[in-house]
């Protein structure tokens, strides 16, 4: 058993992870840059260290400062939550070194699926289908051009280091291509200093999918289920549910072994998330892998009544899991609730919140970090919280989402909750008929 856990990030995960350690007796280190100094996280763990100035380089990303925290409060465990530091191998490799455990997987595996090259190689030799593409990395123009003539267009060119949609461009014929390619490299050097990319076949009438599964120290896996994250604005999800209303019991049977064969093929110890592609032939292709626990885990928990931060810390601690499988009893939406203005490009609404009301009543679940009188930087991702909603149908779910969101009343900054309420009115959402283009021409009224 950990005695002492400091969770290297901020905001709502942060205090999801304090709760779940405070109900297994294990005492939580919070760490807070200068402009977190008055979040709830920082006020709800049993000691909290400041690690830096308000830029992210400064603290959360600040490796030596991160270290330092530990070495002082006595921890022996670190919980990484999503972002920041979560899926950087570096990070975990020097805890390993130092004898602090990264509640986590180790460096190698992090390492083997974070450059998506690599991880779809890895997949391919496992069996898992992937999307149809160049063998390796482009080296040239000439390259991508034959072969993209050789697969067919549309074709999308991928930064092999990247995420958040940066470096990534669809070329959906030949005389596109130079444009696309150099705009593709230049983006992806700036984003992630490595400017390296390869080609994939577009997949159209695309829906994303994604199947939670967990992996222990002895080489057990299994799967949670799926999510369906397709609802999405520039590669940035904001809504997710569970079961996926695309999902049929035998593609959720096929989908599930794939994952299981993916997170098997590097012996994958932690909760993760094996994220894939499914067009409108429900044919499946491996997109990439999350090494870390997912900002919507919360509706695979609420579907099947699990708690996976308890499960991940509890793997870390070398305990065996079940091994068995499961299917969503429920149902559940998560609406990411964000300081952005939907009405104006969604535009960044950091300030503070002078009201906030939070729903609440049967089936109704919000994980957030914000309170009245709580100042939302602008350093740092614009998410205030998640409201979930969990009920035995989707369109019961979809009713509760919307009685909750009108009950969720925060004043003092723009939220995204006239989107998600113009959105639960939407028929074609409504009727589970959309992919991942779904927001192109949706127009906010």
Known sequence: MFKKILIANRGEIALRVIRTC?????????????????????????????????????SYLNIPHLMAAVEITNADAIHPGYGFLAENAKFAQ?????????IGPTAEMITKMGDKMTAKETMIAAGV???PGSEGLLQSLEEAKSIGKE????????????GGGKGMRIVWEESEMERAYSTARA??????????????????????????????????????????????????KLVEESPSPFMTPE??????????????????ESVGTIEFLVDKHRNFYFMEMNTRIQVEHCVTEEVINFDLIKEQIKIAMGEKISGKDYEPAMHAIECRINAEDPYNDFRPSPGKITVLHQPGGHGVRVDSHAYTGYVIPPYYDSMIGKLITVAQTREEAIDTMYRALSEYVIEGV???IPFHLQLMKDERFRSGNFTTKFLEDFKMQ
Do not use: W
Request: glycine fraction near 8%.
């Open 187 to 236: 983006e992806a050097g700036a984003a992630f200093k490595n400017d390296n990319i390869y080609m994939e076949k577009f997949v159209e009438e695309p829906r994303h999918i994604e199947i939670q599964i967990a992996g222990d120290q002895y080489g057990t896996v299994c799967h949670l289920g799926e999510r369906d994250c397709s609802i999405q604005r520039r590669h940035q």
């Open 151 to 162: 697969m067919g267009y549309p074709v999308i060119l991928k930064a092999t280091a990247g």
């Open 94 to 102: 020097i805890c390993q070194d130092h004898g602090i455990k990264f």
């Open 251 to 268: 593609l959720r049977h096929k989908m599930g072994e794939a994952a299981k064969k993916a997170a098997a093929a590097i012996n994958y």
């Open 129 to 131: 289908p992937v999307i």
């Open 414 to 416: 723009k939220t995204t």
């Open 22 to 58: 405070r109900e297994m007796g294990i005492k939580t280190v919070a760490v807070y840059s200068t402009a977190d100094r008055d979040s709830l996280h920082v006020k709800f763990a049993d000691e909290a260290v400041c690690i830096g100035k308000p830029q992210s380089s400064d």
